[in-house]
Structures are given as C-alpha cells and as structure tokens.
C-alpha cells in the first residue's frame, strides 16, 4: 500500500528544558471539563445550523461519515508542521484555503489577511503539534510557536514570560473589535494539536464568538490499521475522524476532546458557554 506510514504520527511533541511555570502547568488544562462525557442539545444545534447555512451535507461510506461542501474556511499550519501527512489530510478535508504561521504574531496576521477576502470567516481549521504533557508540567495554557515560547496562549497571565512574537486570545479580541478580523455570526474553530487547555478554548471562543473544539489529551487519527481492505478504507476516507487519548494524564481523567459553545444574546453579546466532554473521538466538520 501507498504512504501507509502516515498512519503513525501523532501530534505530540516532546518539550525541551526551560518552560516551566507553576500557573501553567498540565494539571489545570482540563479545568472545567464536565467529567459526563456527551453532547448538550445547544452546541449540537449550534453545528447543525452551522452545516444547514453553509449547504454542508453527509453521507455514509465503509462505516464513516462523510461530508460534501465542508471545505470552507481557512486552516492554519503551523510551518515546521506542514509537511506532515496527518495535517496535510485533515486540512484538505476541512479548508478551503491553507496559510502558514510561526509566531502568535503571524498566526493573527493570517486571519487579518483571510478577512480581508471574506465576508467573514466561518471556519478555522488549526493544525500543528502540541505539548508533551510529562508528569511535572511546563504546559503552556495555548499553542507553541517556532520557538515554543512564541505562539498564541489563552492570555497575558497564561504565557511564557520571554514571550517575543506571542500572541493572545486578548490580541484577538482586539483585533476583531476593530474589524481587522471578522468571524460570521455562526462559526467554528477546530483546533489539532496535542494536550491543549480548555482555559484556551474558552478564551478563543469569547474572542472569537465561535464554537472552539480542542482535544485535552493527545491527538492523533482515529483510524490507523491496514490489515484488512475496509481497515484501509477507513484510514484513507476517515482522515476527520480524530481520537484524544491519555498518554500522561490518564491519572488526572482529562484525556477528552472539549467543546465550547458560545450562547449570545441577539445583539450578539455572549452571555454564558456550554462546555461539553466529547469523550476520545471527534469527527471533524
């Protein structure tokens, strides 16, 4: 078979010294995860007008849920990632348009630059890896940058100090209260990477106003064997179908994909969150 090795990366990497920080550490990434794992009628309402707007339809196949007219949007890679198999799948199965970033600062530039050509946007796709999740901490309440120190965190007080071309869901909401960046009234963000905190969820759905999946254990695909045709059928067609498992946490029970829906009054202002544990598997839209 063809590239049948893409079936083993995964999307965690390994930490090297220096980042360590007591308010940031791995234990409180799960912080707000319902420990009931299942899907609230809002949010699951939330998705269903989010498809019917957008024309986005399903279909069975080889035991898979397929989707027709969901590539839309924009997917984010981070540019040390964007060679890898997984992410390469996921993002063409998702985005209609694919842009490279480095820093937090960047990653925002690349929203500006998609917003300028929309609308707005109704979908952001964000692939790249996340944190090692080693039983002592050091894990940063957001996604790494190139320099690990420089990504996009959830806030000021939740990012590394040495914090260079870093970004936050604060610079977000900055940028998208002056019309820089414009998300559709019904959005989502998907976000792959590994060991990423709900705190960073909610704080990109309060900036954003868009409904924010992230998984809070390690990421990687669902479907991962070739031993028989279907098995190969679901690997090559199953690429949306992605699992949260517990590599180091399983002591702390956070190893869930995390969703938050954001609730809005009709003028727009969000008013609460439904926070949902989707358990180990996520099909993305």
Known sequence: MKNLNLVIFTTAVLLSGGLRAASSTSTNHGEGLPSVVGEKA????YRE??????????YEKYGITHFQNNKIGLGLVKSANRKENVFKHILSKTSKTKMKWNSGK?????LEEYSDS?????????????????KGGGDWHGLSGRTRNNGFYASEESRPKKWGASRTS???ASEVKKGNIKFCNKCIIQFYACNVSTKFAKSVAKASGCQVVLATGKASPLYRSSETQLDVDQMYNGHQYWQSGAAFWDDRGVSSWYRVTPKKTPYGEIIEFVEENLGDTYLAL
């Open 42 to 45: 809002f949010a699951t309402q």
């Open 49 to 58: 007008d989010f498809m019917s707007k957008h024309g986005i339809t399903s």
């Open 106 to 110: 960047q990653l925002i530039e690349r």
């Open 118 to 134: 929309v609308t707005c946007i109704p979908k952001v796709v964000s692939a790249s890896h996340g944190w090692a999740s080693r």
């Open 170 to 172: 604060e610079d977000l």
